[in-house]
């Protein structure tokens, strides 16, 4: 009898988490289904980075354009623009740019160009809790990466059930940082200039290039 009980048990915990990932699944399909359907996105966000253990707390604002794999990012006082072949990193501070290629570049972190569609691969999903954020439902899914990892313990993604938007990406470190990026003021299929995303050399006359 008591085998059975465990049986049952063990049977309805699986279906269910079958169901919450075939749910979670579901979600993100359909949003990244709705974002791919722009033929581009604009939007501010707020980025947040703490940890209590050491009493750090950082905040940050940006914004960043994005059009298939190619974007424009401002963000820490800097310039990143990806043509879709080359990034250029632009540094007014120090009046500097350097030039790299995806291959050349350690992947410590999401690509802008990845935002919104990074969880496509690379992620298990179960589904999470349920929010009211300023009038908005908001439904998180629970991202745990497929390949052990020395930095991400697992990433929360808030998903705006009725626009189909990313809301909000919350990054659960090993270490114990936590890091939230929050999505304001979204914009899509925007008039931009045929060169948004080309870089020209001869408006940073007085700058180092370093490629």
Do not use: C, H
């Not at 990193?89 to 570049?105: F, G, Q, R």
Request: aromatic share 12%; net charge negative.
């Amino acid at each position: 009898m008591k085998k059975t009980a465990a049986g049952l048990i063990l049977l309805f915990s699986s279906l269910s988490f079958a169901q919450g990932y075939e749910q979670a699944k579901n979600l993100l399909d359909l949003v990244s289904k709705e974002m791919k359907s722009k033929k581009n996105i604009r939007f501010d966000f707020a980025y947040v980075l703490e940890n209590k253990k050491e009493q750090i707390r950082q905040e940050m604002e940006g914004n960043v354009t994005l059009a298939g794999d190619q974007y424009k990012l401002s963000f820490l006082e800097a310039i990143q623009l990806f043509d879709g072949t080359k990034t250029y990193t632009i540094v007014p501070e120090n009046e500097e740019i350097t030039i790299s290629y995806p291959e050349d570049e350690e992947d410590v972190s999401i690509s802008p160009s990845k935002l919104l569609t990074f969880y496509e691969e690379g992620y298990g999903y179960e589904w999470d809790i349920q929010q009211r954020v300023t009038g908005r439902n908001i439904q998180f899914i629970k991202l745990l990466p497929t390949e052990a990892s020395d930095e991400v313990k697992y990433l929360l993604l808030g998903i705006d059930v009725d626009r189909l938007q990313v809301y909000r990406l919350i990054e659960i470190g090993i270490n114990g940082t936590m890091t939230t990026l929050t999505l304001k003021s979204q914009e899509f299929n925007v008039t931009l200039p045929e060169d948004y995303f080309e870089f020209n050399a001869a408006e940073y006359p007085n700058y180092y290039i370093n490629e």
